[in-house]
Structure formats: structure tokens, C-alpha cells
């Protein structure tokens, strides 16, 4: 006994070099000799190796050593669910080491006895084998007779090493085994995978290598396996110098924080061709301290190259290629900070095209789009490296101008030379479609310093500079002030008021006489006018624009042709000398080109039961900047109607013989401009005598506006005029007051006659 003790001792020993010596392929050989020797010393008549598998959820008695006429429990306990063991992993949980005389839930059968009425003299002892604190095996010595001489406590100090070597040796056979999975699930898996499975080491020295590389890194480097399993240098070489310092940070960051590698690197493959590839690992550190991963390459060259153009349509324009609004705001927010950091001023530039729009309409879409792609280039290159160019939309352009003098003045003064600069190079000739244009632009300047103004405020300013220098006669500079946003604001109050005076019926119609050579009234032009309530009348040259830009142009036109034709239905009823007279309506160009205008029209004529005879429906020559196909087709469809087309303000805008001869119309009307220096300026009278002879012969008739004095009329009825329009004659007045000028005229007429 005492010998037996002593062998005991030093049993720890024996097992730790006999599983240490054993090879990993002969581990499970060293387990059947270290389980045999363990249950002999302790005297057995069983002993066991119980391995739980937590990937199945089972148990299994992997080692056995049976003494004879004992039943072996490797057949009823193999891959038993651990659910069915439950009373022995909580036992475990409290003791590492338990004695009990209970088989139930303690691996153990009826069977495991020498006579069927020892069943309760039983003694089971299970020992506790925990991996990495967690319950991993167990270690199971049967007594299966009342006599037999049981571990006791002085025994238990020698199981608990006896497990922990188990234990270390049950881990090194699960890894191994773990690893030999692993090895065949990656030559398996490589050849479904689409991208490169490896295994990269680094030593210590800084020797690199590929233990594992499929076949698939011929394809995607056109390097071979056999080269790289001992040497990955070829590989790395291959990574483009710009990205080989991030690459080889990242590798760094992982070897030291054992982190997960993640990075995405372009590589110049052995054809030339140039590939974006996705590298992802885990890294784990080996016994001689070099590092190992495994990890995968992926071809991502058609995501990045998705990636791109999702990024171009995000961020940039697509016709110029410029930066759009979306990453306007973002380098914006970078020169407001640089100018913050810095101490210095920045400047916003707002570029409009001058007449873009005749280019469009005139010449094509096409032509319009060549000369955009032109003034985005100039404006590239006229900038300095560190400055933005961006495109709004349209023939809208925005430059951001960075670093200028922390003086205000200063600053202006450089800003301004930067735009003359792009002024001028943009005012030179563009070759289009086989033919020069020759543009300018109008640029609003608003400068920003240390402060966080947003994108829309400024971009507002800016805009708003554009705008007046477009008032002061386009092609010019202007900088933003503190009066402009006044006059925003105005021009705000002003937009609410007509929307409100529009619900509130505050509009209203006045009547201005047209008369012959002998000023016998003929008919009147209706024109609209607005009361501002606690501000007075307001002009139609202000609220008439506002009203086109905000759309509300198509209400108004609507309620004025509904009230026009209304009244004209009363004159007619009123008999002569009313009846006869006809009244022009003015139409605005968006209006006009609305598909349901002459839809509209015929409307309104039905439920006025106005006679379209007594109608002119006035146009200016910006309606006529459209498709003349379109345009022709509008008018002939009124014209068939019964209503009269009169060509407003002629001469100042698109004049051409050309449509001139193309479309329907009646009437031309000579703009008073031309009339008001008709007496002193000689190039006046010559284009007012112009008109006139143009309409004779084109067998249209022809208006002239703004006739003030009888001077004027002389001069105008020599010219073979026949038809005026003015102050001479009256002025615009309500529809009762109009009546009372024609009756009065009517009267003059009849005494003349008597």
C-alpha cells in the first residue's frame, strides 16, 4: 500500500512526459496507455474519458480501460445529448471532484454491476477537466464492488493535477484536430470561394509566407502558389506604391493589438492591368511568437468601379463634371472652417450666363450643353488649385474662393481681380456647332469670415448680387450689401400681399381707349392693376414679374381673361357705340404656352357668351422664344376662333422677319419707347418708320403705344399710322369711367357731325 502511494506521487510526472513526448498523430494511443495506468493505480474496474462537444451538444466516451467481466460504456455512451447528464455538470459546477453511490445521470448503467443486487453498492468518482474555465471532459474511475478501497481526500490532490494535464493534452488534440478540419475545409471551400483563401505568417526576423494559398492567386495576381508558400514578398510587391504605406500600417495595427485586418489596396497585377482588392483576416499569435490568419483576398474592382460612378452621380455634375450642390456644401463647410482656423476671407461667386436661354431656344439643346462644358473648363483653369468650382443646375455656376487678406477691403479688392479674371475669360468667343458666340456672364459676390454661415444663406447672398447685376444691365460684378437682403425682404411682404390680395379679390381691371387718326375710339387694352392695402397702387412693372416667377401669373391671367370677357359681354349688350369695340387682353409667354390655354379659352368665351370678335389676345415676342411649330399652331387655333393676335412691344426683344412671316398674326404694336423720342431722335423716328412700312407690307396692322402729345401724333400720322394708343388720349381708368369716356367722345362726334 504504502508502495502504491508513492507511485501515486509521482503518477503526475509520468502522465505530463508521456502526453508531452506523445506526437500529435498519437495522442489518442498516449490517452488509451495514460486512462489504463490511472485506472490500475487507482484501483478501478473501470476508468474513462467522458469529451463533451459543444459544436454538437453531445457527449461522447472517447478513451476506455475495462478490468474483466466489466461492460464497456463506449457503445451506449457515444453522442448522448448533454441535456441527459444534467445532475453530474451541476454537481461539477460546485465540486471538481464528486463521489456518489447513485448511477442516475452520473454515466452509469444496471449493467455495469457483477450480480443484480450490487447495483446500490456501487461507487462512482468523476473528476472535473476544464479547458479555458469552462467544463471540457470529465474523468470517470467505476467501483462496482462493496469491498473495493475507493479515492478518498488525499487522493483528490492528486486527480486535480491528473485532470489539469489531461486536460492541456485534450486541448492540444482538439486544436489539432480542429486545425486538420480547418486544412480541409479551406482546400474544399478555396475552390467554391470567388476570391483567395490564405494563411500569412511573419516571423519574428521578418520572414513572410503563405503556409496556405488556393489556386485561385494565379488568377487574381498571376503569381504561382509554389512561389508564395515560402515567400509572400512577391505578392506584397505587387500592392501600388500609394497604397503600400496604409497597407503596411494596417498589417502593423494588427500585429500589435492582435486586431482584425481589414483594408481595401489597388494592385498592379503581372499582365499591367490595375485591380482594387478587399484583404480581411483575424490575426493569432504562435508559440515562437510570429504571427498567423487567416483571411481571404476578394476582387472588388467592379464595386469600387460601381462605387465611383454612384459617387460621381452623388457629388458631381454629370454634363460638366463639376462638383454639384451636394459637395458644394461640403467644401464650403471646409472653407468656413479654414477661414475660421486661419483668419482669413472667403468668397462665394455666383455666375449666371447672360442670354443662355436664346442660345437653348434658338440653336438647340445640344449647342447649349457644348458651350456649358466650355465655361466649366475656363472656369477651371482660371482658378488657383486650392479654390472650387461647382455647377448649381442650369447655366448657373458657383465658385468658392479661398485665402484672401483678413481686411475686409483688401479681400474685396483681390475677389473682385479673380472675377474680372474669370470675367474676361469668359467673354471670350466659344466655337459651336461650327459657328462663334460671344457671351458674358453676371456675378454676385458675397465674402465670409470667421463664422458659420450656412450654404443657403450664402449662396442667397450671392444670388441676390447676381441678380442686381443683372438690373444694372448684365456683364457686371456686384457684391453683396446689407440693402439687398432689405429688398428681399420686401420683395417677400410684397409676394404674400398679392397671394392675399388674389383670395381677396383685390385685383382689379382698368381700360386705356385706343383710338384712330381722327381719335375716334375703336377699342381699349385691358390692363391690370393693384391697390397694395395702407401702401397704395403698386406698378405692374414690380408685381407683374413677381407674379411670373412665383407662378402666380397663371391664376392671375386666368381671373383677368374671365373679367375681360365678362365685361365684354356687358358692352355688348349695351349696344353702340360699345358693341363694336374691341379689347385686347395682355397673355404672359407661360401662360401662353400652357397645353390648355385655347382649352381655357374657348371656356371662357362659352360661359361670358363674349363674342370673340371683340377680343385681341396679346402676346410679347418672348412667347415666340419657343418652338414656332408649337407657337404657330396656338395661334392658328385662336385665330380659327374668331379672335384677333397682337404682337406687343415690338422691336425689343427676339425681332425677326423671320417668324414675322411664319406666324398668324394681326397686329403689331409699336412700344412706346420708340414713340416717346419720336420728335428728337432721329434713329426713333427711323425704326418707328420701319415698323410701320414692315407691317404695310406683311398686310398686319400696326399700333403705336405711348402717344402723349399731338406733336407726337402728327409725326406718327405722317408716317401712315392709323392706330394709337396713349396718354394723349386717356388714360387707363375703371370700366364705368371708360364707359363715360367713350359716351363723351361719342357725343363730341355726333355735335361735330350736326
Not at 403698386?538 to 412665383?550: H, K, M, Q, R
Not at 394681326?666 to 419720336?678: C, P
Amino acid at each position: 500500500m504504502a508502495q502504491r502511494k508513492a507511485n501515486r506521487s509521482d503518477l503526475v510526472c509520468r502522465m505530463a512526459l508521456a502526453l508531452a513526448q506523445a506526437p500529435t498523430e498519437k495522442l489518442g494511443q498516449a490517452f488509451d496507455q495514460v486512462i489504463g495506468e490511472i485506472t490500475r493505480d487507482f484501483l478501478a474496474d473501470r476508468g474513462f474519458l467522458l469529451v463533451l462537444d459543444d459544436a454538437t451538444q453531445t457527449v461522447s466516451v472517447t478513451h476506455e480501460v475495462c478490468g474483466e467481466g466489466i461492460a464497456s460504456l463506449g457503445d451506449s455512451v457515444r453522442n448522448r445529448p448533454w441535456d441527459e447528464f444534467a445532475p453530474l455538470w451541476q454537481a461539477l459546477e460546485s465540486h471538481s471532484i464528486v463521489s456518489t453511490d447513485t448511477p442516475d445521470g452520473f454515466v452509469s448503467s444496471p449493467g455495469d454491476s457483477r450480480g443484480e443486487d450490487s447495483v446500490a453498492s456501487n461507487t462512482l468518482v468523476r473528476v472535473a477537466i476544464a479547458l479555458e474555465g469552462k467544463l471540457a471532459a470529465v474523468l470517470g474511475l467505476d467501483y462496482l464492488d462493496a469491498g473495493q478501497q475507493v479515492p478518498g481526500k488525499r487522493d483528490h490532490a492528486i486527480l486535480g493535477p491528473l485532470a489539469a494535464v489531461l486536460g492541456a493534452s485534450l486541448h492540444r488534440q482538439i486544436l489539432a484536430h480542429r486545425n486538420e478540419r480547418f486544412e480541409h475545409s479551406l482546400y474544399r471551400y478555396s475552390g467554391q470561394f470567388p476570391g483567395v483563401i490564405f494563411q500569412f505568417r511573419m516571423y519574428p526576423d521578418g520572414r513572410v509566407c503563405f503556409p496556405f494559398i488556393s489556386r485561385k492567386v494565379e488568377d487574381m495576381f498571376g503569381l504561382s502558389v509554389e512561389a508564395l508558400r515560402p515567400d509572400a514578398r512577391a505578392l506584397l510587391e505587387l500592392i501600388a506604391a500609394d497604397d503600400k504605406a496604409d497597407f503596411f500600417a494596417q498589417v502593423q495595427h494588427s500585429r500589435r493589438d492582435m486586431s482584425p485586418f481589414e483594408t481595401d489596396f489597388r494592385a498592379i497585377k503581372k499582365d499591367g492591368s490595375v485591380a482594387w482588392i478587399e484583404a480581411r483576416s483575424v490575426p493569432a499569435m504562435l508559440a515562437d511568437q510570429s504571427i498567423v490568419w487567416h483571411g481571404y483576398f476578394y476582387d472588388v474592382t467592379d464595386r469600387k468601379r460601381s462605387e465611383t460612378e454612384i459617387e460621381q452621380l452623388a457629388f458631381y455634375d454629370p454634363l460638366t463634371n463639376l462638383p454639384n450642390r451636394r459637395l458644394l456644401r461640403d467644401r464650403l463647410a471646409q472653407a468656413l472652417s479654414g477661414s475660421n482656423r486661419d483668419s482669413e476671407h472667403g468668397a462665394l461667386v455666383f455666375i449666371d450666363l447672360d442670354n443662355f436661354k436664346d442660345i437653348n431656344d434658338t440653336a438647340g439643346h445640344q449647342v447649349g450643353d457644348g458651350l456649358l462644358v466650355q465655361v466649366a473648363r475656363r472656369l477651371e483653369g482660371v482658378v488657383r488649385e486650392w479654390d472650387t468650382v461647382a455647377r448649381l443646375g442650369g447655366d448657373e455656376f458657383v465658385l468658392i474662393l479661398k485665402g484672401f487678406s483678413e481686411d475686409p477691403a483688401d479681400a474685396a479688392t483681390k475677389v473682385e481681380k479673380v472675377c474680372e479674371k474669370v470675367r474676361d475669360v469668359l467673354s471670350q468667343p466659344y466655337r459651336l456647332d461650327g459657328c462663334d458666340y460671344t457671351g458674358s456672364a453676371s456675378m454676385g459676390v458675397t465674402l465670409f469670415f470667421n463664422h458659420d454661415t450656412s450654404l443657403e444663406e450664402l449662396l442667397s447672398q450671392a444670388d441676390m448680387a447676381m441678380f442686381r447685376a443683372k438690373a444694372d444691365g448684365r456683364d457686371r460684378i456686384r457684391f453683396y450689401d446689407g440693402m439687398m437682403q432689405k429688398k428681399v425682404a420686401e420683395r417677400l411682404a410684397m409676394e404674400s400681399d398679392l397671394r392675399s390680395a388674389i383670395r381677396k379679390n383685390q385685383l382689379e381691371v382698368y381700360y386705356q381707349i385706343l383710338v384712330d387718326q381722327k381719335g375716334v375710339p375703336e377699342g381699349a387694352e385691358a390692363l391690370l392693376r393693384w391697390t397694395r392695402p395702407g401702401k397704395g397702387p403698386v406698378s405692374p412693372a414690380e408685381f407683374i414679374p413677381l407674379a411670373e416667377e412665383t407662378g402666380l401669373i397663371e391664376q392671375i391671367g386666368y381671373w383677368v381673361m374671365a373679367e375681360v370677357m365678362a365685361q365684354v359681354a356687358r358692352w355688348q349688350a349695351l349696344g353702340e357705340p360699345f358693341a363694336c369695340m374691341q379689347v385686347s387682353i395682355n397673355v404672359s409667354a407661360r401662360q401662353f404656352h400652357l397645353p390648355s390655354f385655347c382649352t381655357t379659352v374657348m371656356g371662357l368665351l362659352r360661359k361670358t357668351g363674349a363674342s370673340p370678335r371683340r377680343l385681341k389676345i396679346e402676346i410679347t415676342e418672348s412667347a415666340l422664344a419657343y418652338d414656332l411649330e408649337l407657337v404657330e399652331q396656338t395661334l392658328r387655333t385662336l385665330r380659327s376662333m374668331g379672335l384677333r393676335i397682337s404682337l406687343d412691344d415690338f422691336g425689343t426683344g427676339y425681332s425677326s422677319l423671320g417668324y414675322l412671316k411664319r406666324l398668324s398674326l394681326d397686329e403689331l404694336k409699336i412700344d412706346q419707347g420708340f414713340v416717346r423720342d419720336i420728335l428728337d431722335d432721329p434713329n426713333d423716328a427711323a425704326i418707328a418708320e420701319t415698323i410701320l412700312a414692315l407691317a404695310s407690307a406683311l398686310k398686319l396692322s400696326a399700333v403705336a403705344e405711348g402717344v402723349e402729345s399731338r406733336g407726337q401724333l402728327e409725326r406718327l400720322v405722317a408716317m401712315g399710322c392709323r392706330h394709337f394708343q396713349g396718354y394723349f388720349f386717356g388714360r387707363p381708368v375703371p370700366a364705368q369711367e371708360f364707359e363715360q369716356q367713350v359716351t363723351k367722345a361719342a357725343s363730341a362726334r355726333q355735335k361735330k357731325s350736326w
